[in-house]
């Protein structure tokens, strides 16, 4: 881990920020902010730079139309955006730390400060092109299996390809001790699942999302990022941003770029990621918009660690509240 931050544990307590990727879209995902001048400026501001209405592909979709990666990615990028601006316009605190998950790794990088939005978002929506490239529709296909360990789901991939060593099925996103998302080839996708029910799964189905991430399958996308990332301007981020691929904090602008390329084709490590918050002295994290997959899943990481969803106008105060007094309360007990 390269970091020029100052990373003691045994410091006041801390909060850390994160945003969401992709299967956390949804018809109606913003309008808890309608009415939000931060976040009415901000899909404003994306949808005339890349062309495309973004405040009503979030209030009505239809689905269909959301879930197609090129559009998701943006989307979920400007949802985060516009939530982080609508809390820094409240008057919420900077965070000790951000991470993302999957693509929102690349919205804690804006608020970071590391790269600017004109430049993130065409930048991931080449990602999503490159992504959908690289696997034809159809061809690919993402899962989530629940009620079983990282082990248990990494045994029913491994059954789903005895026999076939050409077909790709992967453990891709480690959430949290009882989810993982495996991703591959959909035929062999569809029989992980099938094993992992026979495993004990509690739940096992396919996901709505048309390009298989994190697997092997992306590396022709992860070449393509390679290219395009050599003509984007990065800078070192202003607040530490813990990265997917290697759980890690990078000031080098040449290793955070590598950092997004190893991240299209290794696994999203969040229980790791929150672990480690947990042991740099953050007591809370907060979600930016939209949803609450990932304050679930942190909350099956690090049961003491509180965690927050801001969804609307309510929960944004909310969230800026208890920060505060959590910082106050701790630094002077």
């Given at each position: 881990m390269t970091s020029n931050y100052d990373?003691?544990?045994?410091?006041?307590?801390?909060?850390a920020v994160v945003f969401a990727g992709q299967s956390s879209q949804s018809i109606g995902m913003m309008d808890g902010f309608a009415t939000n001048p931060a976040v009415v400026q901000t899909f404003a501001e994306a949808s005339d730079i890349l062309r495309q209405d973004f405040t009503a592909l979030a209030a009505v979709g239809p689905a269909e139309l959301q879930n197609q990666t090129v559009n998701t990615q943006p989307l979920m990028l400007i949802s985060g955006v516009a939530t982080w601006r609508a809390w820094r316009a409240a008057g919420g605190a900077t965070p000790a730390f951000f991470a993302g998950h999957s693509l929102g790794e690349y919205t804690a990088l804006v608020a970071a400060g590391a790269l600017t939005f004109a430049d993130a978002l065409p930048l991931v929506r080449f990602r999503a092109e490159a992504m959908q490239s690289a696997v034809p529709e159809g061809?690919?296909?993402?899962?989530?299996?629940m009620g079983l360990d990282v082990a248990q789901v990494r045994?029913?991939?491994?059954?789903?390809?005895?026999?076939t060593p050409d077909d790709v099925c992967e453990a891709v996103n480690l959430n949290s001790p009882i989810q993982t998302v495996i991703a591959g080839h959909r035929a062999a996708v569809e029989r992980a699942i099938e094993h992992?029910?026979?495993l004990g799964a509690k739940r096992a189905m396919l996901l709505p999302m048309s390009a298989p991430s994190h697997c092997a399958l992306m590396r022709p996308a992860a070449d393509a990022m390679a290219n395009y990332l050599q003509g984007v301007l990065f800078q070192a981020p202003v607040v530490p941003v813990i990265q997917n691929a290697d759980v890690a904090i990078f000031t080098d602008t040449e290793k955070i770029k590598d950092a997004l390329v190893q991240q299209l084709f290794r696994p999203v490590r969040w229980i790791e990621t929150i672990t480690m918050l947990h042991a740099l002295g953050v007591a809370t994290v907060v979600e930016c918009a939209p949803g609450k997959v990932l304050t679930g899943l942190n909350k099956r990481i690090v049961g003491d660690m509180q965690s927050l969803a801001v969804v609307d106008a309510a929960t944004l105060a909310a969230a800026i509240t208890e920060t505060q007094l959590t910082q106050i309360t701790k630094a002077v007990s």
């Open positions: 990373l003691a544990p045994n410091l006041a307590p801390k909060f061809v690919g296909g993402i899962a989530v299996v045994a029913a991939c491994a059954q789903a390809i005895a026999g992992a029910k026979a």
